[in-house]
């Protein structure tokens, strides 16, 4: 990774190997011809011979963008909206979307415990696209919101108007503001006796979540998730933030994105949830999803359905990678496989790396305190 040995250095420059290790001394620095030179001091002794050093080391990441194909220059087009729903255990996440889906998943669940992320994309009344994602509300999957918010173009916080506002109702906000996405407030269980939406806006207002109607500018809609009321009007803001953002891609081009989930399973072999972001995937490419590569064997829709290709804005499951990826890996198809090779590798190097980067820091450590 942009290092290169004294003796290599010489034979590009022409010069003998003595040479530039005489230089290297008066510069204060030891070595012989087998030395490995990193970059900063390949590129402050080389002009002494005339010579200047180039840094041609590229990260896998910059491989990937740079070996993008298709239609490049395609002309962008809206893609739908991906809106992550996060919010306090059991105030009805998954009920919510069961009510837009007009499906059945939350009762379904173990314990009624959501404990993954589910990935599904609706198609609303004037026949547009909106992708939702589920995330657990439990205590337990920070980590899982933290994904959601960064993978998402719209946060919808669900706080039970019987319950108010709750640890991980503050937090879920919290990442969302991290990530930088607009946040919509769905006050649920408003058809419960108790519900007292008033005193949740109060709430909120203490994390500067302040509702529009008290000069803020966060919506919030009131719903049920149960009676199915106020569905349409969530929808209906959604579609207006998602149109306010502007969200465009090229879908004529290799596609990019985001690993949702992956797991191994049994029969199947690794099986990722990715959310494509930019351009496409058709069957029969290949892939890269952080450090696993892959030829795509299937691609199955939200619905079960085996596609031949997915376009941006929408998530599917892929079968075909070698290993299970991590979920918030980046993924991008990739021209060949000597490119998903390459890209595999560098990453590989790159984890190495930080990985010796941090032993080391902890042997510092460990010698401090011996001393
Ligand atoms: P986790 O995924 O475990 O964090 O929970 P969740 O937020 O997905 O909640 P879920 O949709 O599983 O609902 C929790 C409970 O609240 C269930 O018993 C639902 O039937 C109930 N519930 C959800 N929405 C409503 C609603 O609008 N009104 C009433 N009365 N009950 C609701
Ligand atoms: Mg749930």
Redesign the pocket.
């Known amino acids: 990774n942009g290092k290169m040995k004294v003796g290599d250095i010489a034979i590009e420059m022409g010069i003998k190997a003595t040479q530039l290790i005489k230089a290297l001394m008066t510069n204060g620095v030891m070595g012989n011809v087998n030395s490995d030179l990193d970059f900063d001091t390949i590129a402050l002794i080389v002009p002494e011979f005339g010579w200047e050093a180039q840094n041609t080391f590229k990260t896998a990441d910059e491989i990937v963008v740079e070996t993008a194909f298709g239609n490049l220059e395609a002309e962008l087009v809206i893609r739908p909206p991906v809106v992550t729903v996060m ?1 306090h ?8 979307l069961d009510a837009i889906r007009n499906a059945r998943v ?1 009762s379904g ?1 173990a314990g ?3 404990q993954h992320i589910g990935a599904y994309s609706v198609t609303t009344e004037d026949g547009s696209l909106i992708t939702f994602l589920d995330t ?3 205590e337990a999957f920070t980590a899982m919101r933290a994904r959601g918010a960064n993978a998402t173009d719209i946060a919808i916080i ?1 706080v039970a108007a019987d319950d108010g506002m709750m640890p991980q109702t503050a937090e879920a906000i919290s990442h969302a503001k991290a990530a930088g996405v607009p946040i919509i407030v769905a006050v ?5 006796p108790g519900a007292n939406p008033d005193r949740i806006k109060q709430q909120l207002t203490e994390l500067e979540i302040v509702p529009e109607e008290w000069g803020g500018s966060t919506i919030f809609c009131e719903v ?4 199915r009321t106020g569905i349409p009007e969530l929808l209906e803001n959604i579609k207006l933030l998602a149109e306010v953002a502007e969200l465009k891609a090229n879908p004529e081009k290799s596609g990019s994105g985001l690993v949702i989930e992956a797991k191994l399973e049994k029969g199947k072999g690794p099986v990722a949830t990715i959310l494509v972001k930019d351009g496409h995937v058709n069957v029969g490419d290949y892939i890269v999803a952080g450090s696993m590569k892959g030829k795509v064997k299937s691609l199955t829709n939200d619905k079960g359905e085996r596609v031949d290709t997915v376009t941006p804005g929408l998530p599917v499951e892929v079968l075909g990678l070698e290993g299970v990826p991590a979920a918030g890996d980046r993924f991008d198809v990739v021209v060949d496989e000597r490119t998903a090779e390459e890209v595999v590798g560098v990453r590989k190097e790159q984890a190495m790396a930080e990985n010796t980067q941090k032993k080391m820091s902890l042997e510092d450590m460990f010698s401090k305190v011996t001393q």
């Open positions: 919010g255990v059991d105030h009805g996440k998954t009920s919510l939350a669940e009624g415990i959501t657990p509300g439990h669900v649920n269980k408003m058809d419960k049920s998730a149960l009676k």
